[in-house]
């Protein structure tokens, strides 16, 4: 799972995955530092909200993730 993590991209860390019937979730935290406001453009280290992402076209095995 790792593996697939890194090709998707770089800056995400692992931190786990489940399996609960037909649904794979994965966890992943960014290795970034700071990141740029949307708003003001300007960078900051501090986390400004924390989201769920569903990706609703990458079927593994038959199950969603």
């Not at 697939?4 to 609960?20: A, N, Q, T």
């Not at 794979?24 to 949307?38: E, M």
Request: charged share 40%; net charge positive; with cysteine.
């Amino acid at each position: 799972m790792k593996e697939i993590i890194k090709m998707l991209d770089k800056s995400l860390k692992y931190i786990k995955h489940e399996i609960k019937e037909d649904t794979i979730y994965i966890y992943v935290k960014s290795k970034k530092k700071k990141a740029k406001c949307p708003v003001c453009g300007e960078e900051t280290d501090k986390v400004h909200s924390k989201y769920t992402r569903s990706f609703q076209d990458l079927p593994i095995g038959g199950k969603k993730v």
